[in-house]
Each structure stands twice: as C-alpha cells, then as structure tokens.
C-alpha cells in the first residue's frame, strides 16, 4: 500500500542534543513537507521541499534542518538550537506543480523533551 | 497575509444531532479550500473540498459550501455518530501556491 511512513512515534530529546525524525513515502510524490502541531494553534510550515536537493524555509523554519537527497526522503533534524521543540511533527506529500490538490499526511512523531 | 479562522471547540453534541463548524477565510485571490479532519493519535486526512466559488464539497455525510461573498466554508453535517469524534481543520491553499494555510482546529465530542 502506498503512504507516508513517520518513525519513531514517540522520541525523547536531552538538552542540547539533535534528533532527527524520519518521514519516507513510496507515493511518487514531488513536494514533501514538515509541520509542527502545537495545541490549539493547528498546523505551522517548518519545511518544504518541492524537488530532490531543493528545500524552503516555512513560517517557523528556525531552530530546524532538512535534506532532500532521495526523492521518498524528507528527514527533519531538531537542533539545539530549537529551544521549545515539544510538540507532535507531522510530515506531508503531495504530486508537484500547481495540480496540488491535497496533502496525503503521515501518523506523526510527538517529541519531547527530558 | 492568508489566514484561516476558525469557532473554538470544543464541540459537544449528543448522537445523532446536527453539526456546524464555522470556518471562514482571508486571501489574497481566490484559494482552494480544504476541510482535514485528525482522530487521535493519527495524521490528517482529507474530508473534503471545493476549488471556486458556489462548489460544494461532499463525504461521509459531511457538507461544505465555498461562499466567496462571505468567505466562509463552513462544515455542516445533519446526524453525527460517535465516530466523528476528531479534531477538525479548515484550510485554504492559494491558486499558484503549494502551501497550505491551516486553522486552528475544532474538537469535536460525539456522546452516545
């Protein structure tokens, strides 16, 4: 069956330390994307990327990074730089170009932070 | 700039009632709209939705009418079961655009 698949479900950050959440999807899709799910204040845009090796910054990009090497493959890093990164990540897919007509979603990480 | 608004949850009905969410819209142009809804734990999925003015979208026994004098698309559905239960989101997405702009969220509570 063809999905976005997200790992872990559930991950722990220690002070000043980087994670990396996982996101691939066997969907064939161009554009993936990240975002950061925060009670009561629904969906905020950390990343994009619309082609391999070719990514945008979101609305709240700051204290994240991405790569885009592989076309399945849109993994997010947490720095430490991120002083207030618990939350639940979310991570999307959609064909490219201007025929966007949905987003296909993955189950989610909820990180938190020890 | 492109903002999405919703009524605030949460939402409580019994079975079987009638159900409004309010949604309504601030764009430049004329955007797609879009209704996701969340059950726990879980990512989003489409519900449904509508490309230009007057279309309504339809699933599930969902409704939503896109209303461009009134910016609104708001989702209605006439008998909710308990399995409504979720988080539900209005979107927009803008016509040259891959992003998507999400409300809020509304908690939905369907009791038995």
């Known amino acids: 069956d063809g999905g976005i698949t997200q790992s872990p479900k559930y991950l722990f950050r220690k002070e000043g330390q980087n994670v990396t959440l996982s996101c691939e999807q066997n969907l064939n899709h161009d554009a993936m994307y990240w975002y950061r799910q925060d009670p009561g204040q629904g969906l905020r845009l950390i990343y994009y990327?619309?082609?391999?090796?070719?990514?945008q910054k979101g609305d709240i990009a700051e204290g994240y990074s991405v790569s885009r090497e592989k076309k399945e493959s849109f993994p997010l890093t947490v720095t430490s730089a991120q002083k207030n990164p618990t939350a639940f990540y979310l991570c999307?897919?959609?064909?490219?170009?201007?025929?966007?007509?949905?987003?296909?979603f993955g189950s989610g990480t909820q990180l938190s932070v020890l | 700039g492109d903002s999405v608004t919703q009524m605030e949850g949460p939402v409580t009905l019994s079975e079987e009632a009638f159900l409004t969410i309010n949604c309504t819209y601030t764009?430049?142009?004329?955007?797609?709209l879009f209704w996701y809804v969340q059950y726990p734990g879980e990512g989003l999925q489409l519900l449904l939705k509508?490309?230009?003015?007057?279309d309504k979208g339809s699933n599930k026994g969902f409704e939503a009418t896109y209303r461009k004098e009134t910016t609104s698309f708001h989702l209605e559905k006439g008998s909710v079961q308990v399995s409504d239960s979720a988080v539900y989101f209005c979107a927009l997405r803008l016509p040259y655009g891959q992003n998507f702009v999400f409300g809020p969220g509304t908690r939905l509570s369907v009791l038995p």
């Open positions: 999307a897919s959609s064909i490219g170009g201007q025929r966007v007509e949905k987003l296909f």
């Open positions: 764009a430049t142009g004329y955007p797609s």
């Open positions: 990327s619309q082609i391999v090796n070719d990514f």
């Open positions: 509508a490309t230009k003015a007057d």
